[in-house]
């Protein structure tokens, strides 16, 4: 089941340049939360910060707490491995490893993770993939093809599976769709809208629309900063926020 | 006003010709030796070449016939020695320097491994002998390795980082955001994604050192006799090339260009044995 | 809002097998061994490096201690006596060196001009890949050839001629033994167009496309296109591969060792032998018998690493500054 998020007087720097300034945020479990923006606002750093993947380039900097569900991710003791594997993430071009099989692609996460016993693999496998709505489209060829040899779509479907294939109990989405035709784009927004009977999810997004269809809550980021979060309804009908007003009628950015 | 309208002069129009027909003389020039040394080598190998030269010793002087099995199996014993050296510290220092290649220290290895590569091979053969012959006071096929060994690790650091590099940063964050440690996102995701290019890079210095001498003339020193002892001197294909090649005598020149025959198709066959290996599997080929 | 196709199923009717990672704390423990392990590794070429250096420096203390600079002006090498000079070789090296530069340049630049802007390109990779198996011959096969077929040649043909008609320069002097400074300096050249070649490819291919074009549409002929287009802008690095040639050059052993004649004399003359740094420490370092002999040869060794390793680092400064952002920085 999902679990809820709260980010307190989260600052994020790439060297001397500051991307993100005192982010404040309280998610519920189960629910999707879509963060807009113009791009450079810090909406993907944002994401990145709530798994530790941010701290993975060189002159990444950070301050403050993000707490996922009774985890804090930064506390001293709390490893950031183990936080990426609770926390899974969909990134912006799907990027199945070129060298495996769907299925090896699928099993990655348990397998490297140490956990090798057929059947149970055999069955995150199928699970994850129909999860995913590819398990029809690939079963007869699992293990035969490259992850690298499926359609754009299919690969992002082919990523989500192997996010879900480890079980997180969040799930972020970095833009998950731009890179994708209308009628994939479609197919993972549905894929969404299932996801958070059992997930909570987190999506950026630069398509207003795909906020307003998808998501439950919205966060308006505007050069680092956090300017408004509420229903998605509340944020797209009457927000209370000029710039976010001006943002939404593509007033600017 | 110059008049624009002449014709392109003949002199342009010369010196234009004369460019392309000497671009054209130099690639002759360069790649006639190469035909020159291919055309010799199996002119002159493939006759002195037989059974009795790849399974029997070498003979002493005067008496026809011998070969160099010895010579053959003491270089695939040094390189492997070699190799057992030079493979893993040249692939990880490949691997420090493309994942974790930020800040001065890795500036400072790219570049000493790129000056290392420039070091001339004898003066390698002086520091094995210095490092491992003189305290153990006897040459030796470990010595020998320990030089080639040392010739292999710039250049597999410098294609092993190269082709890690080529490896889409995409793919490590794909890695590391499943919650895989570090250590296993770039053993099994990202050196497993490069590793054709890996293993190709290392082939390639194993060949490169397939046919050095001048390092092995104070290490491994050479034998005419049978000896898989790694602690004992040791021959090998190119150090007895080099000393039946400035003898004064017919039957070992012969034996010379056979055994220079024999040290070509060791490297030719190294390096397209692993054009087969890593062109096998066509999952990758998909990719 | 999205109502359920086909495509999506709900998630309830999806079984999900129990599964549970142990988070385990041996990973982290892993993962700083792993990258100290990987440190040591990239420590280990300054490690060779710095050893190369403190092997040769203090087992020559002896000749550098009692000749001093003596040592590279003196010109007898005397091991019976205990004489030590080292002129003839270094003067060998020079030479040998210098000549193969100005045989092999302007082949290489050719070949490199001719593969990236003249030659068809079905041809291209055909020629690119046989000069590069020029680079994949063995030294001592490259020896072999030079004493039997290069040596004979130069012998009967080329160094009569060449006597005859530049005799008067001095430079082609005496008898035609086939073996000498100019086989060496021919071997060389051969040895070192690949390496040249390679080089001044990548540099070629580096001008941007847009410069060719812009000289081109001013009714430049090809000549003139390489000339103010593609030369003038790949000088640096054209330079910094002749400057990797040279440095393979003098420290180039078994070739020379075998075709120049070996015979520590300084000579004018290109037809005479002569020696070289890399030859004498081959061909007499196993015979030293005496620790001043061999910290002689040594000293001729700690001064052809440092010669190589100057040469080399400006060699590579050159092209990184000019390839920069190629390869050399790792990923963001």
Request: glycine content about 10%; some cysteine.
């Amino acid at each position: 089941m999902g679990v809820g998020i709260e980010v307190n007087n989260l600052n994020a720097w790439f060297g001397k340049a500051q991307v993100l300034n005192e982010v404040n945020m309280k998610i519920g479990p189960n629910a999707v939360t879509a963060v807009i923006g113009p791009s450079g606002c810090g909406k993907s750093t944002y994401v990145r910060c709530l798994n530790r993947m941010h701290e993975t380039n060189p002159d990444a900097r950070l301050t403050g707490s993000v707490k996922v569900g009774e985890m804090e991710i930064y506390a001293p003791g709390t490893d950031a491995v183990d936080v990426r594997r609770r926390i899974g993430m969909v990134f912006q071009k799907p990027n199945p490893f070129p060298t495996m099989s769907i299925y090896d692609n699928v099993a990655a996460g348990l397998r490297l993770n140490g956990f090798t016993r057929r059947a149970e693999l055999d069955a995150a496998v199928e699970s994850s993939l129909r999860m995913a709505a590819l398990w029809e489209e690939v079963r007869d060829v699992l293990k035969k093809k490259s992850g690298a040899s499926l359609s754009g779509g299919q690969q992002q479907r082919l990523c989500i599976a192997r996010a879900l294939a480890v079980q997180p109990e969040l799930l972020l989405m970095d833009e998950p769709a731009s890179a994708l035709d209308p009628i994939s784009t479609g197919k993972i927004e549905e894929l969404i809208f299932q996801l958070k009977t059992k997930y909570t999810v987190v999506i950026v997004t630069h398509n207003m629309q795909q906020a307003a269809r998808v998501a439950d809550y919205t966060g308006f980021f505007l050069m680092g900063k956090l300017i408004e979060f509420d229903k998605t309804e509340k944020i797209f009908t009457t927000p209370s926020d000029k710039r976010t007003e001006d943002y939404i009628t593509g007033r600017f950015g | 006003m110059p008049n624009l309208n002449r014709p392109v002069s003949s002199f342009r129009k010369l010196s234009n010709l004369a460019f392309i027909g000497s671009a054209i003389l130099a690639s002759v020039v360069v790649l006639a030796p190469l035909v020159a040394i291919f055309g010799y080598l199996v002119m002159k190998g493939v006759g002195s070449l037989n059974l009795a030269f790849l399974m029997h010793l070498p003979k002493p002087v005067g008496e026809d016939g011998g070969g160099m099995a010895n010579a053959i199996v003491g270089s695939l014993m040094i390189l492997g020695l070699g190799s057992v050296l030079g493979v893993p510290l040249g692939i990880g220092a490949g691997i420090y320097m493309a994942e974790f290649g930020h800040g001065r220290l890795v500036t400072l290895v790219r570049f000493t491994a790129d000056v290392l590569n420039g070091v001339p091979s004898i003066v390698v053969g002086i520091s094995a002998y210095a490092l491992v012959v003189l305290p153990q006071h006897h040459f030796s096929a470990f010595s020998g390795g320990v030089a080639l060994g040392i010739m292999m690790i710039p250049t597999i650091a410098r294609t092993t980082e190269e082709m890690l590099l080529m490896v889409p940063n995409t793919i490590r964050e794909a890695a590391l955001g499943l919650g895989i440690p570090q250590w296993r996102t770039t053993l099994q995701v990202t050196l497993r994604t490069a590793s054709k290019g890996v293993i190709t890079g290392a082939m390639l210095a194993f060949a490169r050192v397939a046919g050095e001498t001048a390092p092995l003339l104070f290490t491994a020193f050479g034998n005419q006799f049978w000896n898989l002892n790694p602690n004992q001197p040791t021959a090998a294909l190119p150090l007895q090339i080099f000393s039946y090649a400035i003898s004064p005598f017919d039957e070992w020149h012969r034996q010379a260009w056979a055994g220079a025959l024999i040290l070509i198709l060791l490297i030719v066959i190294a390096v397209s044995a692993v054009r087969v290996v890593t062109s096998r599997g066509t999952m990758a080929n998909n990719a | 809002m999205v109502g359920q196709t086909a495509g999506v199923k709900p998630f309830e009717h999806i079984e999900v097998p129990h599964i549970e990672l142990r988070s385990s704390r041996i990973s982290k423990l892993l993962d700083v061994l792993f990258r100290n392990g990987l440190l040591i590794c990239a420590l280990s070429i300054l490690a060779i490096m710095a050893l190369f250096f403190y092997e040769l420096a203090s087992r020559s203390q002896l000749t550098i201690a009692k000749f001093g600079l003596h040592f590279f002006v003196g010109n007898t090498w005397d091991p019976v006596s205990g004489d030590f000079g080292a002129l003839p070789f270094i003067y060998g090296t020079l030479v040998s060196s210098f000549v193969a530069l100005v045989l092999a340049v302007p082949l290489a630049v050719g070949v490199a001009v001719f593969v990236t802007e003249l030659c068809p390109r079905s041809l291209r990779g055909i020629i690119s890949f046989t000069v590069e198996l020029l680079a994949a011959i063995p030294s001592v096969i490259y020896g072999l050839w030079g004493i039997f077929v290069l040596a004979p040649l130069l012998r009967t043909y080329v160094e009569p001629w060449l006597a005859k008609a530049l005799g008067w320069t001095g430079l082609f002097d005496g008898p035609a033994y086939g073996i000498g400074m100019l086989a060496a300096a021919v071997i060389l050249a051969i040895m070192i167009v690949p390496i040249i070649a390679s080089i001044t490819r990548e540099v070629l291919v580096a001008v941007p496309q847009n410069q060719r074009e812009a000289v081109l549409a001013l009714g430049a002929t090809r000549w003139e296109m390489v000339r103010m287009a593609v030369l003038r802008n790949a000088r640096a690095g054209i330079m910094g591969g002749i400057i990797l040639g040279l440095g393979r050059a003098i420290g180039e052993t078994m070739a020379v060792t075998m075709v120049i004649g070996n015979r520590p004399e300084i000579s004018k003359s290109l037809l005479a032998p002569g020696y070289t740094m890399a030859s004498v420490i081959a061909n007499e370092f196993s015979e030293a018998s005496d620790d001043l002999y061999l910290s002689a040869l040594v000293e001729i060794g700690l001064a052809l690493l440092i010669v190589t390793v100057i040469v080399n680092a400006c060699a590579r400064l050159l092209v990184w500054s000019i390839t920069r952002g190629r390869g050399g920085q790792a990923h963001a």
